[in-house]
């Protein structure tokens, strides 16, 4: 609706700019009733887009059956959540949530052409339902940090975690409150600032290789 000359447009959250030059998208995965969607909610600065539906008993039954702490459950993702972070003027950051149910995992797939990288979200007390998470993403070689978030469970050690989870050592494995927005963007930040290593590295290694001596180039040397 167009705005009335002298009226005040009003306002409901930051500005946005309609075009950005640096699009990065990033993914949060994890098994069913983990905080996928909580977190997106915490950190967008849009009101974010979700897909939540109320459950039906017959979907309560099927993705909730022996899920200690979840029987308060009463709604569920069915497509993906959708938050965004504006970075600089030209840059933003996407945010897709991915619906945890067994059911739903062929969306995965799409979810994760083009990612940056991902965040692993879990819940100690049901460990294995993040196995098939990491199992995608290594599958498909996108990097990827752990988050834990806390839902006041038996305490784990990190050492504890990482084996229960056979994580490489450098994989990040951190501690989170996904309701919390500080403790969500520590989350975000940890995966960015792992992104950035990785790439110095790779770009050292690249470095290193083309600077290697070669047969056919050590001919040519003095």
Not at 123 to 145: C, K, M, N, Q, V
Not at 171 to 194: F, G, H, M, N, W
């Amino acid at each position: 609706m167009a705005v009335p000359p002298g009226a005040a447009a009003s306002t409901t959250g930051p500005s946005l700019a309609s075009t950005v030059d640096n699009g990065l998208k990033i993914v949060i995965v994890g098994g069913f009733g983990v905080g996928k969607t909580t977190m997106v909610r915490s950190v967008s600065e849009i009101r974010p887009l979700n897909t939540e539906e109320t459950m039906s008993p017959a979907g309560r039954d099927m993705d909730m059956l022996d899920l200690d702490g979840l029987r308060r459950k009463t709604s569920t993702t069915v497509a993906f959540d959708f938050g965004r972070i504006s970075l600089d003027e030209k840059s933003v950051l996407y945010l897709f949530g991915a619906p945890g149910q067994e059911r739903f995992w062929f969306l995965w797939e799409r979810l994760f052409s083009g990612t940056l990288g991902a965040v692993v979200l879990v819940d100690t007390r049901r460990l294995s339902d993040s196995w098939y998470a990491l199992d995608r993403l290594e599958h498909h070689g996108t990097p990827f940090i752990v988050a834990c978030n806390d839902f006041g469970g038996p305490f784990h050690a990190v050492d504890q975690i990482r084996t229960a989870l056979a994580l490489a050592p450098d994989v990040p494995l951190v501690e989170c409150d996904a309701r919390d927005r500080s403790s969500s963007k520590y989350v975000l930040i940890t995966l960015v600032e792992y992104l950035y290593e990785l790439a110095s590295r790779r770009a050292a290694d690249g470095a290193g290789a083309s600077g290697a001596r070669t047969p056919e180039n050590a001919q040519g040397g003095g």
